[in-house]
């Protein structure tokens, strides 16, 4: 249903840009969000973005090096990162909230019900 692409291996300070490819139609209905799972650490928010993509939200470590954005014509939905730092090493997941077209803030994991597998980026020092 969700499918990441776009990690890698990458250098600090280098640029990326994840994208997640969706095969149903719920997702032009949906917010959307990216989360990453550090090693050995939790699952974390990284960024929303509402149905229409008017509306980003994003977590307070990732504010101005991250943008997430989406193509409801493509029923894609991106993530780029700039200046990548090796503490954002993770595998990223791309998440759907089919129950609602806006975010659900202050819902565990914003209320996303499907997940893709991950893409790994991996930044190197």
């Known amino acids: 249903h969700l499918v990441e692409s776009g990690g890698g291996w990458v250098e600090a300070g280098d640029s990326l840009t994840l994208s997640c490819a969706a095969s149903g139609q719920s997702f032009t209905r949906s917010a959307t969000g990216w989360f990453r799972q550090a090693p050995g650490k939790e699952r974390e928010f990284v960024a929303a973005?509402?149905?229409?993509?008017?509306?980003?939200h994003y977590a307070d470590s990732v504010k101005g090096r991250f943008a997430i954005s989406r193509d409801n014509a493509k029923t894609e939905m991106y993530l780029h990162i700039e200046s990548l730092k090796p503490e954002d090493t993770a595998v990223y997941y791309c998440?759907?909230?089919?129950?609602?077209?806006?975010?659900?803030?202050?819902?565990?994991?914003?209320?996303?019900?499907?997940w893709g597998k991950g893409t790994t980026v991996t930044v190197s020092s």
């Open positions: 973005i509402d149905w229409s993509g008017l509306s980003p």
């Open positions: 998440a759907e909230e089919s129950a609602s077209c806006y975010i659900a803030v202050g819902v565990r994991d914003y209320g996303m019900d499907y």
